[in-house]
C-alpha cells in the first residue's frame, strides 16, 4: 500500500466466505488516505474466513482473511495460508486447471449473427491487462458471458473464450444492409522512444476514464459568462477576507457556491445510473478536479456544499487542496461526490471537454478568466467595455440528461456568475 500507509479501511468484500476464486480475481476493495485499491487473489482457492468487516479499519500486517489456496503442482493437498493484507508470496506456481469449453460455456454464432446474453460494465485491471495483450476491444469483452459474481468477468472466462477461438471477434448483429460498416482490424506503429510504466494510480485513472466513455455517451454544451462583478469584488475583500478569517479567497469557493445553488435549482443533474432506474441524490456534494504533485488527478470532496457559506466553503476548499498537495487525502476526502467541476483555466485552458467522473451524470469545466473588450448595454446604449470573461463548458450522460436539462443547467450557473452581488459583505 505505500511505505507511508499505517492501515487501511475494508470497503467491500467482492467474494463471501466459502466462495472460489482464480488468480488475479479481486476479493476485496481497501480505501488508504490516498486511493482506493483493489487487493486480487494470489491464487486460486476458496475463502474459509474473513477477519474483519465492511467499513472496518486495519492496521497494516493484520491478517484480514483465510484463503485455501492452490500453492503448487505437487501431488500433495493444498494447504490453508493466513494471507496478511502487508504481504503476498507471488513466486508460488499455480495449479494448472483443465478447462472445458461446453455450450453453456461459449454460445457459438451463427454465420451472419450472435446471441449473447450478458451485460459486463466492469472490467478489472487483470481483465484490461489481458484484453490488450490478446488485442480484445471493449466491445469483445462485453460479449463473453461472464461467471463471476454479479455478473463480473473472470480470468477463466476470458481464456475459454480465447481457446474457442474467439467466436465473437468479428460477429456482428444480423443488419439487413450487407454493405453495413464492420470494425476494422488494424494494427498501428507505436513508434520507438523511452518506456514508461504506469504508476498504479495512473492506471487506475486510465481504466476509470475508458470506462466513463465506454459507459456514458457524452455530450458537452457550452456558455459564456461574465465574471466582471464577481472579480472586482474578490479583489477588493480577498486581503478583508484573509484578515478576518484567516483564510485565503481564491475563485474556487464562489465557483462551488454558485454550482450548489444551481445543482438545488435542477436537482436531476445531481444524479447517477442504475440499471434502469435513476438515482437522484439527496446531498450535494461537490467533487474538484484536483492535479497532484505527482501529475495525477484526484477529486476531493466538498460535502453538502448547498448548506454552508463562503467562510466554509473556504475552509473546506483550502483544507482539501493542501491535503492534496501533500498527498495526505484521507478516504472519506474523496469519496461521495455527486456532481464535479473541474477548473481547466487554472492551466491556462480557454475551455474543455471533461470525462464524467462515474457513477455521475454531468462534470463541468471553467475556462480562463481573460480580459476581452466586449460589446454590453449601457442606459446610453451599446458600448464597448473590458470585462473578464469565461467559458463553460458541460459534459453530460446523455442517457438521462438531455439537451434541455444540460443546456438550462450551466446556463443557470453561469447566470449565478454573472449576476454575483456586489454589495455582497463578507
Known sequence: MGESITEGTIINWLVNEGDTFEEGDIILEVATDKVDNE?????SGT???????????????????????EVSSSKSQPKKEAVKSSEVDTSQKKTKKNRTVTSSTVEKPSSNSFSVNNTNTFFSPLIISIAKEHHISFEELARIPATG????????????????????????????????????????????????EMDRMRQMI????????????????????????????????????????????TFTPLFVEAVAKAVKDFPNINASVDGNNIIVKEDINIGMATALPSGNLIVPVVKNADTKDLKTLAENVNELAKKARENKLAGDDIKGSTFTISNVGTFGSVMGTPIINQPEVAILALGIIKKRPEVIETEKGDEIAIRSMMYLSLSFDHRVVDGFLGGSFVRRV?????????NREI
Open 47 to 69: 475463502l474459509v474466513e474473513t477477519k474483519f468487516q465492511a467499513k472496518d479499519v486495519v492496521k497494516v500486517g493484520e491478517v484480514i482473511a483465510i484463503l485455501e489456496v
Open 414 to 422: 453561469a447566470d449565478y456568475f454573472e449576476q454575483f452581488d456586489t
Open 206 to 249: 486510465a481504466d476509470h476514464m475508458v470506462y466513463s466513455k465506454h459507459t456514458s455517451p457524452h455530450v458537452t454544451a457550452y456558455v459564456e459568462a461574465d465574471l466582471t462583478n464577481m472579480v472586482n469584488w474578490r479583489n477588493e475583500n480577498k486581503v478583508a477576507f484573509q484578515e478576518k478569517y484567516g483564510e485565503k479567497l
Open 39 to 43: 487487493v486480487p487473489a494470489p491464487a
Open 149 to 196: 459474481k454479479e455478473g463480473r468477468l473472470r480470468k477463466s472466462d476470458v481464456f475459454n473464450y480465447i481457446e474457442d477461438g474467439r467466436p465473437y471477434k468479428f460477429a456482428q448483429r444480423v443488419v439487413q444492409d450487407p454493405t453495413a460498416y464492420r470494425i476494422p482490424q488494424l494494427e498501428f506503429d507505436k513508434g520507438k522512444g523511452k518506456i514508461v
